[in-house]
């Protein structure tokens, strides 16, 4: 009996993945293993996969399979994070930084995982609060003003005590995993997934402090970052973007290739 008892689907909302559910199902028939998925995207396949609602899929798997692009790894990373789950990426997108797994391997890379010949690599997260609401994400969070409204006054703190004051645009804060996407276009530098940090960028930034303010603020995942914005207009401003770890697992098998 291996590791895995439940194995859960996350596919991409467009490409047919019918070659992958079949390689999938046949390795899981074998070992006895379940396969759900959520119900919206599992309900035009055939296979015997479990349909469950969003809520459930974390809650019942013990491995949760990506089969997209970076877009449909994010999604699989926000199922899993509450329950902890690893997830593992299977990239069938046209380019995909974040799976680590082509089709041709995914048999046994599913076998690594269930015979535990697999390791995890943890991805830190960002939690917004403001007054819609929390919010979790693990790539970047964009603060953008609304049109017809002045600059975003930005204030980052860490650990509570106030660390540079600006005006912009908008700003991007971004995890190393979020480092490549709207943080590198702003002008921000790229991490690898591993490092414990932050990347804060303005665009169309105005210092406001004496002497120039920084466009890029790399800051510490573990200093209890903050970020509060204000557009000095009405609600839902000002928000608070904390920078917390939230953690969540990706996995890959152990061969040294990889």
Known sequence: MGLVKSVGLVLHPSRRCSEVLETIGAWAVARGIEVCGLAEEVAAY?????????????????????????GTMLRALALAQAHRVPVLGVNLGRLGFL?????????????AVDENRFTVEER??????????????????ALVRAPGRPMAAVEIHIEGHPFVRYAADAVVVATPTGSTAYSFAAGGPSHEPAQELVAADGALIETDVDGAGPDVVILPSTAGTAARTSTRSPPPWPARVTASYVPNRAASDDRPDR
Do not use: K
């Open 46 to 70: 055939q296979y015997p996969i479990t349909p469950l609602e969003t809520a459930l899929v974390g809650q019942r798997a013990d491995l949760l399979v990506s089969l997209g692009g970076d």
């Open 99 to 111: 799976p680590e797994i082509d089709p041709s391997d995914l048999d046994s890379a599913l076998c």
């Open 124 to 141: 830190s997260g960002l939690q917004i609060t403001s007054a819609d609401g929390c919010a979790v994400a693990f790539n970047d969070i």
